[in-house]
Nanobody
Framework: QAQLVESGGGLVQAGGSLRLSCAAS????????MGWFRQAPGKEREFVAS????????YYSDSVEGRFTISRDNAKMTVYLQMDSLKSDDTAVYYC??????????????????????WGQGTLVTVSS
Protein backbone atom coordinates (compact mmCIF):
# COMPACT_ATOMS: atom_id res chain seq x y z
CA GLN A 1 0.00 0.00 0.00
CA ALA A 2 1.24 3.50 -0.82
CA GLN A 3 0.55 6.88 0.74
CA LEU A 4 1.31 9.92 -1.37
CA VAL A 5 1.95 13.55 -0.40
CA GLU A 6 2.39 16.24 -3.05
CA SER A 7 4.25 19.52 -2.62
CA GLY A 8 5.68 22.31 -4.73
CA GLY A 9 2.54 23.99 -6.00
CA GLY A 10 2.09 27.73 -5.94
CA LEU A 11 1.58 30.87 -7.97
CA VAL A 12 3.77 31.47 -11.01
CA GLN A 13 3.67 33.80 -13.99
CA ALA A 14 3.04 32.49 -17.46
CA GLY A 15 6.28 31.29 -19.00
CA GLY A 16 7.71 30.34 -15.64
CA SER A 17 8.56 26.99 -14.08
CA LEU A 18 7.62 24.89 -11.08
CA ARG A 19 8.68 21.47 -9.87
CA LEU A 20 6.16 19.31 -8.08
CA SER A 21 7.21 16.51 -5.78
CA CYS A 22 5.31 13.47 -4.61
CA ALA A 23 6.70 11.71 -1.56
CA ALA A 24 5.58 8.13 -1.11
CA SER A 25 5.49 6.01 1.98
CA UNK A 26 4.74 2.35 2.38
CA UNK A 27 6.29 -0.80 1.11
CA UNK A 28 7.37 -1.58 -2.41
CA UNK A 29 7.26 1.96 -3.75
CA UNK A 30 9.72 1.02 -6.45
CA UNK A 31 7.28 -1.51 -7.87
CA UNK A 32 4.54 1.04 -8.53
CA UNK A 33 4.06 2.91 -11.78
CA MET A 34 3.35 6.53 -10.86
CA GLY A 35 1.81 9.53 -12.49
CA TRP A 36 0.28 12.97 -12.33
CA PHE A 37 -3.23 14.10 -13.09
CA ARG A 38 -4.77 17.52 -12.80
CA GLN A 39 -8.20 18.99 -12.32
CA ALA A 40 -9.22 22.53 -13.15
CA PRO A 41 -12.37 24.12 -11.67
CA GLY A 42 -15.48 22.75 -13.35
CA LYS A 43 -13.56 20.22 -15.40
CA GLU A 44 -12.96 16.51 -15.17
CA ARG A 45 -9.67 15.17 -13.89
CA GLU A 46 -7.22 14.72 -16.76
CA PHE A 47 -4.03 12.80 -17.36
CA VAL A 48 -0.76 14.73 -17.35
CA ALA A 49 2.11 12.25 -17.25
CA SER A 50 3.07 8.79 -16.04
CA UNK A 51 6.24 6.81 -15.48
CA UNK A 52 7.04 3.14 -15.14
CA UNK A 53 8.33 1.66 -11.90
CA UNK A 54 11.95 1.75 -13.10
CA UNK A 55 11.63 5.11 -14.80
CA UNK A 56 12.37 3.57 -18.18
CA UNK A 57 9.08 4.56 -19.79
CA UNK A 58 7.17 7.81 -19.60
CA TYR A 59 3.99 9.05 -21.19
CA TYR A 60 2.65 12.58 -21.54
CA SER A 61 -0.56 14.22 -22.59
CA ASP A 62 -0.42 16.17 -25.82
CA SER A 63 -1.04 19.40 -23.93
CA VAL A 64 2.15 19.12 -21.85
CA GLU A 65 4.45 17.13 -24.16
CA GLY A 66 7.72 19.00 -24.56
CA ARG A 67 7.06 21.31 -21.59
CA PHE A 68 6.72 18.92 -18.64
CA THR A 69 9.08 16.17 -17.53
CA ILE A 70 8.24 13.37 -15.14
CA SER A 71 10.98 11.57 -13.24
CA ARG A 72 11.43 9.47 -10.14
CA ASP A 73 14.05 8.69 -7.54
CA ASN A 74 13.24 5.32 -6.02
CA ALA A 75 15.93 5.68 -3.37
CA LYS A 76 14.16 8.82 -2.14
CA MET A 77 10.70 7.35 -2.81
CA THR A 78 9.79 10.49 -4.71
CA VAL A 79 8.29 11.31 -8.09
CA TYR A 80 8.77 14.71 -9.69
CA LEU A 81 7.01 16.76 -12.30
CA GLN A 82 9.14 19.52 -13.78
CA MET A 83 6.85 22.05 -15.42
CA ASP A 84 8.34 24.61 -17.78
CA SER A 85 6.84 27.24 -20.08
CA LEU A 86 3.73 27.28 -17.97
CA LYS A 87 0.50 28.62 -19.42
CA SER A 88 -2.67 29.86 -17.78
CA ASP A 89 -4.38 26.67 -19.02
CA ASP A 90 -2.09 24.70 -16.71
CA THR A 91 -3.85 26.16 -13.67
CA ALA A 92 -5.30 23.24 -11.72
CA VAL A 93 -4.96 21.05 -8.69
CA TYR A 94 -2.28 18.46 -9.46
CA TYR A 95 -2.61 14.96 -8.05
CA CYS A 96 -0.02 12.24 -7.71
CA UNK A 97 -1.17 8.69 -8.31
CA UNK A 98 0.18 5.17 -7.96
CA UNK A 99 -1.29 1.97 -9.29
CA UNK A 100 -0.28 -1.61 -9.91
CA UNK A 101 -3.21 -2.83 -11.91
CA UNK A 102 -4.11 -0.57 -14.80
CA UNK A 103 -1.87 -0.80 -17.84
CA UNK A 104 0.37 2.27 -17.75
CA UNK A 105 -0.15 3.30 -21.36
CA UNK A 106 -3.92 3.37 -20.80
CA UNK A 107 -3.87 5.82 -17.91
CA UNK A 108 -4.56 8.64 -20.37
CA UNK A 109 -7.82 7.15 -21.60
CA UNK A 110 -10.93 9.03 -20.65
CA UNK A 111 -12.23 8.15 -17.16
CA UNK A 112 -9.53 5.49 -16.59
CA UNK A 113 -8.32 7.63 -13.72
CA UNK A 114 -11.27 6.28 -11.74
CA UNK A 115 -9.62 2.86 -11.77
CA UNK A 116 -6.32 3.99 -10.26
CA UNK A 117 -5.69 2.93 -6.72
CA UNK A 118 -3.70 5.44 -4.64
CA TRP A 119 -4.03 9.22 -4.75
CA GLY A 120 -2.44 12.13 -2.98
CA GLN A 121 -4.41 15.06 -1.63
CA GLY A 122 -3.37 17.40 -4.44
CA THR A 123 -1.37 20.59 -4.73
CA LEU A 124 -2.64 23.78 -6.37
CA VAL A 125 -0.79 25.34 -9.28
CA THR A 126 -1.92 28.78 -10.39
CA VAL A 127 -0.44 30.35 -13.51
CA SER A 128 -1.10 34.05 -13.94
CA SER A 129 -1.16 35.58 -17.40
Amino acid sequence: QAQLVESGGGLVQAGGSLRLSCAASGRNFDTYPMGWFRQAPGKEREFVASISSTGGRAYYSDSVEGRFTISRDNAKMTVYLQMDSLKSDDTAVYYCVADHNVLLRTWSLSSNYKLLEFWGQGTLVTVSS
